[in-house]
C-alpha cells in the first residue's frame, strides 16, 4: 500500500473505531489514537520527504501512486506529494489533534460530532494527497459537507442560519469549481484527469483558459474568503464550536488557496498573466477591509474570523502576484494562519465556556482569573500582528517582499494598500487585549473563574510551540515549499 494512502485509511478506521466506541472513554481513546497517528505519519512523511530531496530525488511529486477507478472518465486514484503538501498535511494533523483536545468535554452527542469532525478530516487530507483532479474535487466536496451538520446540531447562536449560508455559498462555489475542472479536462484534449499530465500537455487555447480560469479561481476562492463571496466566514466561525472553528478557519480555508495555486495558476498560466489584475483588487480589498472590519466588532469570534478574512487575503493576494518569493510567502501565510486562528478560536472556545459570553464590552481583568490562558491569548495576538520570531512575521515579510519585486506602478501600490493591515492589525489586537485582560474585573461571576484544564492545555501549548518553531526556524519550511513553487512559478512568467 502507498504511504501517502494511510492519511485516508488512518480517518476510515477512526470512523469504524467512533461507531463501534461505547462510553465517553472509548470515544476519547479512539480519537486520541488516532489524530495522534495521523500526527506521526506526517511528521515521517516530512523526514521521508526532506530525506528523497537531499538524496537528489528531483521528482516533481514523490511517493506517487495511480489506481484507475472509471476509465470511460480516465479518473484514476492518483497520489503524490510535494514540499507544499507535505506542509499542509503537517499542519492538518496538528489542528486535528489539537482540535480532539479542545473538543475533550463537548456534551451532547459526543460520539456523532467527532464521526462528522473525522469526516471533515478524512476530506481535507484526502485533498491534499491527490493530483487527481476528479479526486480532488471528491475530497473536497467530503471535507465541505460535514460543516452543516457540524454548525447546525453544536453551533452556538444564530447556527441554523450560518450553516446554511455557509453550505449553499460553499456549494455555488463548488458549481463553479466543477465546470471549471471539466472545462479543463476537455479543453486540454488529455486522456486523463491528472493534473501533471495535463500541465505537461499545456494544450488548453487561450480563450479556453480565459473562461476556465475565473470559474476555478472563483470557486477556490469562495473557501479562501475572496471578496465579496467571504461573508459567509465571519458567520460560520462565530456559530461554529470551538474544535471546528479551529479547522474550519485552521485548514479548510487552506484548501481555497491551495487550490488556486495547484489547480487555476497551474493549469492555465497565460490566463492567470492576463486576469490576475482583476483578482488581485479583489484580494487587496479583503485583505483591508478584513482588517478594518475586524475592529469594529465587539464578539471575540467575529474579530478573528473577519481578521481571517484578511490573512487569508494574503494568501490569494501573494499567489497573483506570479513569482517565487511571494508564492512561497502565501504558503508560508497559509502555515502561519492556520496556526495563529486555532490557537486564538481554542482561546476563545475556553474564555467563552467560563464566561459565557464573547462580548467584549462584558470582558475585563481575566489575567488575574486565568492567567495561563491570558498569556495564551497575548502570544496568539503577537503572532497575529507580526512580532518577529513568530510564525506570522517571516510569512508577511516573505509576501511584501515578493509583492515588491514587481517592478510596475500598480503591483506596489496595492501592495502597499495591503501593507497598511498590518497598522491595523495591530490597532484592533493590542486593543483587544488591553480590553479583556488588564482592568478591572467588574463581574463578581468571573472572579470564580478557573484557569486551564490539562486537557486544554496539551492543545494550546502544542499549537504555541508551532507558532514559535515557525518562527525561529522557518529555513527547512521555506526551503522546502520553495523548490516546489518553482515550477508553477516557471509556467507563470510570461
Known amino acids: 500500500m502507498n504511504f501517502l494512502s494511510i492519511f485516508v485509511l488512518i480517518p476510515l478506521l477512526m470512523l469504524a473505531g467512533l461507531w463501534a466506541a461505547r462510553g465517553i472513554k472509548a470515544i476519547r481513546g479512539v480519537m486520541v489514537t488516532g489524530a495522534s497517528a495521523l500526527l506521526i505519519a506526517s511528521v515521517v512523511l516530512t523526514f521521508m520527504y ?18 484507475l477507478w472509471y476509465a470511460p472518465l480516465h ?32 456534551q451532547p452527542l459526543t460520539k456523532e460530532y467527532f464521526l462528522w469532525f473525522t469526516l471533515l478530516s478524512m476530506g481535507v487530507f484526502g485533498f491534499f494527497i491527490s493530483i487527481d483532479l476528479f479526486t480532488m474535487f471528491m475530497f473536497y466536496e467530503i471535507a465541505l459537507i ?63 483558459q480565459c473562461i476556465w480560469f475565473p470559474l476555478t479561481f472563483l470557486g477556490f476562492g469562495v473557501l479562501g ?28 480555508m487552506k484548501l481555497g488557496g491551495y487550490g488556486c495555486f495547484r489547480i487555476a495558476m497551474y493549469l492555465m498560466p497565460e490566463a492567470a498573466n492576463e486576469l490576475s489584475w482583476i483578482f488581485l483588487i479583489l484580494t487587496g480589498i ?25 490573512h487569508c487575503g494574503l494568501v490569494l493576494f501573494a499567489i497573483l502576484m506570479l513569482n517565487q518569493t511571494a508564492a512561497t510567502g502565501a504558503i508560508l501565510q497559509m502555515l502561519s494562519h492556520g496556526l495563529m486562528t486555532a490557537l486564538f478560536f481554542a482561546l476563545i472556545g475556553m474564555i467563552y465556556g467560563r464566561t459565557h459570553t464573547r462580548d467584549v464590552r462584558e470582558l475585563a481583568g481575566l489575567m488575574k482569573v486565568m492567567p495561563f490562558l491570558s498569556v495564551c491569548y497575548v502570544i496568539a495576538g503577537l503572532a497575529n500582528l507580526g512580532l518577529p520570531g513568530l510564525s506570522g512575521f517571516i510569512a508577511e515579510m516573505t509576501i511584501f517582499v515578493g509583492s515588491f519585486q514587481n517592478n510596475d506602478v500598480f503591483h506596489r501600490t496595492l501592495t502597499i494598500i495591503a501593507c497598511s ?31 486551564a484544564t490539562w486537557d486544554e492545555r496539551v492543545a494550546v501549548i502544542c499549537l504555541i510551540v508551532c507558532v514559535a518553531g515557525l518562527g525561529m526556524a522557518p529555513f527547512w519550511v521555506s526551503h522546502m515549499i520553495g523548490e516546489s513553487v518553482l515550477p508553477v512559478v516557471s509556467q507563470l512568467i510570461p
Open 225 to 252: 474568503a475572496l471578496f465579496p463571496f467571504h461573508t459567509w466566514s465571519p458567520d460560520g466561525h462565530a456559530s461554529a464550536p470551538t474544535a471546528v472553528s479551529m479547522l474550519h478557519a485552521g485548514v479548510l
Open 146 to 208: 460535514p460543516m452543516y451538520l457540524l454548525i447546525g446540531v453544536w453551533g452556538s447562536g444564530r447556527k441554523e442560519y450560518a450553516a446554511m449560508k455557509l453550505t449553499l455559498m460553499l456549494m455555488g462555489g463548488s458549481a463553479f469549481l466543477l465546470i471549471g475542472i471539466l472545462g479543463i479536462y476537455f479543453g486540454s484534449g488529455a486522456t486523463t484527469m491528472n493534473l501533471l499530465e495535463i500541465a505537461q500537455l499545456h494544450n488548453i487555447p487561450f480563450a479556453q
Open 421 to 451: 493591515s498590518i497598522v491595523i492589525t495591530a490597532v484592533y489586537i493590542l486593543r483587544l487585549v488591553g480590553k479583556i485582560l488588564y482592568g478591572t474585573c467588574t463581574n463578581k461571576h468571573h472572579l470564580a473563574l478557573t484557569d
Open 75 to 106: 479518473i484514476s486514484y492518483s497520489v503524490g506529494v510535494d514540499g507544499i503538501s507535505v506542509a499542509m498535511l503537517l499542519l492538518s494533523a496538528v489542528i486535528v489533534f489539537t482540535g480532539t483536545f479542545a473538543s475533550w468535554r463537548l
Open 50 to 67: 526532506l530525506g528523497e530531496r537531499s538524496a537528489g530525488n528531483t521528482a516533481e511529486m514523490l511517493f506517487r501512486a495511480d489506481t
Open 286 to 310: 479583503s485583505v483591508v477591509y478584513g482588517a478594518f472590519s475586524a475592529c469594529v466588532q465587539t464578539d471575540l469570534k467575529y474579530i478573528n474570523a473577519y481578521s481571517s478574512v484578511s
